[in-house]
């Protein structure tokens, strides 16, 4: 499912040159959990203990976090010091002695060698940025949990839908069975009146009887609209008792899918037929939320 968190958070006290800690996390549909990770280079270190913290709270969807360390503005504005300069000036003399093809260190190299001197190890933002990671993946999932509420309604929604359809194939059957005995019995009289009178072979009466027997049992779908209302049953017990339901849903998704085929399958009049793609069409509905469900 969707959602999105963003959370921010004072350095660490031992980070003297202040600073804020930013974590982002966006999740979109997916069928299985493929998380990436973006990380600044202070706290690359802690990729791993935020994958666990990620998979522990996560079980489906394509999730993106990204941590970042914005500078304090004492550590943006302070001037590297005498001796951190004095240090940067000897190792370079030290490099140009063996390498006298080499150019000087121009003003932004500089700064940019003493910050990275001055920067704190990345296991100092470890216990800030695990912290905000709870707080995001918290707000990720509350988000989520409001967007599952609306998938539920949806999907009792078409559960519902299906049901309606289900009553209506129920009675088609029965009729039509009727109206095929109607057309055996009219062809039995034509068969009687083209005899003039003789007596028609048992074989021949067997025979249209046999014919009718077929046809009953061919477009018998009561089976199938037994079944399909078991499954629906079984998806709005789930809906209403919440929790990781995603590939329950699924499976039983493939089993509706497979009953609504076999109706058409057996149809044998155009409205057993649009029954069928009716339910077939709201089904794929179902399915490509399902999918997104956790």
Same mark, same amino acid.
């Given at each position: 499912?969707?959602?999105?968190?963003?959370?921010?958070?004072?350095?660490? $006290?031992?980070?003297?040159?202040?600073?804020?800690?930013?974590?982002?996390?966006?999740?979109?549909?997916?069928?299985?959990?493929?998380?990436?990770? =973006?990380?600044?280079?202070?706290?690359?270190?802690? /990729? $791993?203990? *935020?994958?666990? %913290?990620?998979?522990?709270? @996560?079980?489906?969807?394509?999730?993106?976090?990204?941590?970042?360390?914005?500078?304090?503005?004492?550590?943006? @504005?302070?001037?590297?010091? $005498?001796? %951190?300069?004095?240090?940067?000036?000897?190792?370079? #003399? &030290?490099?140009?002695?063996?390498?006298?093809?080499?150019?000087?260190?121009?003003?932004?190299?500089?700064?940019?060698?003493?910050?990275? +001197?001055?920067?704190?190890?990345?296991?100092?933002?470890?216990?800030?940025?695990?912290?905000?990671?709870?707080?995001?993946?918290?707000? @990720?999932?509350?988000?989520?949990?409001?967007?599952?509420?609306?998938?539920?309604?949806?999907? #009792?929604?078409?559960?519902?839908?299906? =049901?309606?359809?289900?009553?209506?194939?129920?009675?088609?059957?029965?009729?039509?069975?009727?109206?095929?005995?109607?057309?055996?019995?009219?062809?039995?009289?034509?068969?009687?009146?083209?005899? #003039?009178?003789?007596?028609? $072979?048992?074989?021949?009466?067997? =025979?249209?009887?046999?014919?009718?027997?077929?046809?009953?049992?061919?477009?018998?779908?009561?089976?199938?609209?037994?079944?399909?209302?078991?499954?629906?049953?079984?998806?709005?017990? @789930?809906?209403?008792? &919440?929790?990781?339901?995603?590939?329950? *849903? #699924?499976?039983?998704?493939?089993?509706?899918? =497979? /009953?609504?085929? +076999?109706?058409?399958?057996?149809?044998?009049?155009?409205?057993?037929?649009?029954?069928?793609?009716?339910?077939?069409?709201?089904? /794929?509905?179902?399915?490509?939320?399902?999918?997104?469900?956790?």
């Amino acid at each position: 499912m969707t959602g999105y968190a963003s959370v921010q958070g004072e350095a660490p $006290p031992a980070q003297a040159a202040g600073g804020r800690l930013g974590l982002e996390i966006r999740s979109v549909n997916s069928r299985f959990l493929d998380l990436s990770l =973006r990380l600044a280079d202070e706290v690359r270190t802690l /990729e $791993p203990q *935020l994958r666990a %913290l990620v998979s522990e709270r @996560l079980k489906r969807g394509k999730i993106e976090l990204r941590a970042f360390v914005e500078a304090g503005e004492a550590q943006s @504005l302070q001037p590297p010091s $005498p001796q %951190l300069l004095q240090r940067v000036a000897a190792l370079q #003399d &030290g490099v140009r002695a063996w390498l006298a093809e080499a150019g000087p260190l121009s003003v932004g190299e500089t700064l940019r060698l003493c910050a990275q +001197t001055g920067t704190a190890q990345p296991a100092d933002w470890g216990p800030a940025l695990l912290a905000l990671a709870r707080q995001a993946l918290d707000a @990720l999932l509350a988000a989520r949990e409001r967007e599952g509420a609306r998938l539920a309604l949806m999907l #009792d929604e078409r559960v519902g839908q299906l =049901r309606a359809l289900a009553q209506e194939a129920v009675p088609l059957v029965p009729q039509l069975v009727q109206q095929q005995r109607q057309r055996f019995l009219e062809r039995w009289a034509q068969a009687m009146q083209l005899a #003039d009178g003789a007596a028609v $072979p048992d074989a021949a009466q067997e =025979r249209a009887l046999a014919e009718a027997a077929a046809f009953a049992l061919r477009i018998d779908v009561a089976e199938e609209i037994t079944r399909l209302q078991s499954h629906l049953d079984e998806i709005a017990r @789930l809906i209403a008792r &919440g929790g990781e339901i995603g590939k329950r *849903l #699924d499976f039983l998704i493939q089993e509706l899918h =497979r /009953e609504a085929n +076999t109706l058409g399958s057996k149809s044998a009049s155009i409205e057993l037929t649009r029954i069928s793609v009716d339910m077939k069409v709201l089904i /794929e509905q179902m399915r490509e939320q399902v999918q997104n469900i956790e």
